[in-house]
T-cell receptor, first 111, second 113 residues
Framework: GQQLNQSPQSMFIQEGEDVSMNCTSS?????WLWYKQDPGEGPVLLIA?????ELTSNGRLTAQFGITRKDSFLNISASIPSDVGIYFC???????????FGTGTRLTIIP | DAGVIQSPRHEVTEMGQEVTLRCKPI?????LFWYRQTMMRGLELLIY????????DSGMPEDRFSAKMPNASFSTLKIQPSEPRDSAVYFC???????????FGEGSWLTVV
């Protein structure tokens, strides 16, 4: 089946730093989604990307749909304590509603 | 607007007992998904429904697991009999079929002892 690999697996950063993470796929996606999961909660949709090359922002978050359709990137600028959590990429197959989720990137902010 | 509503939020049960998890999708959404999350395996899709009809249950681990969606506003995931390895967080999610974005509930945290 499809696999989505996220990198890095975990990040330890200081408040105020910028964050970059990526997601790569073994196959092409026509949609890329980025979710964040806070401790004890369900994943919450952050950004949805629908077109190769698309760059979309949501506040301090910016995500890009890779040109090859096999990767996506998420950047967080000027991190704050509430950015702590696990970030998942996800994508459906063509013509398929099933979402495959990445392995997650766990973000920790060091005081 | 109300999001996806799941119950119970937490359940601790003894091995061998039946467990029923419940979900109310977002009104107007016609696709419903059940996911399981564990440290080892991450988020796994168990089953999903379109317009109350099960479309793909290939992720259901074994016959002890069953899911139903009797109407557009309610679904259940049942485990009978439960085993300790079923301990996980079970998420229900819903979407409009025309869109690929799904919205998750807060999860049901199951512990089987």
């Amino acid at each position: 089946g499809q696999q989505l690999n996220q990198s890095p697996q975990s990040m330890f950063i200081q408040e105020g730093e910028d964050v970059s993470m990526n997601c790569t796929s073994s196959s092409i996606f026509n949609t890329w989604l980025w979710y964040k999961q806070d401790p004890g909660e369900g994943p919450v949709l952050l950004i949805a990307l629908y077109k190769a090359g698309e760059l979309t922002s949501n506040g301090r978050l910016t995500a890009q749909f890779g040109i090859t359709r096999k990767d996506s990137f998420l950047n967080i600028s000027a991190s704050i304590p509430s950015d702590v959590g696990i970030y998942f990429c996800a994508g459906p197959n063509f013509g398929n509603e099933k979402l495959t989720f990445g392995t997650g990137t766990r973000l920790t902010i060091i005081p | 607007d109300a999001g996806v509503i799941q119950s119970p939020r937490h359940e601790v049960t003894e091995m061998g007992q039946e467990v029923t998890l419940r979900c109310k999708p977002i009104s107007g959404h016609n696709s419903l998904f059940w996911y399981r999350q564990t440290m080892m395996r991450g988020l796994e899709l168990l089953i999903y429904f379109n317009n109350n009809v099960p479309i793909d249950d290939s992720g259901m681990p074994e016959d002890r697991f069953s899911a139903k969606m009797p109407n557009a506003s309610f679904s259940t995931l049942k485990i009978q009999p439960s085993e300790p390895r079923d301990s996980a967080v079970y998420f229900c999610a819903s979407s409009q079929r025309s869109k690929n974005t799904i919205y998750f509930g807060e999860g049901s945290w199951l512990t089987v002892v």
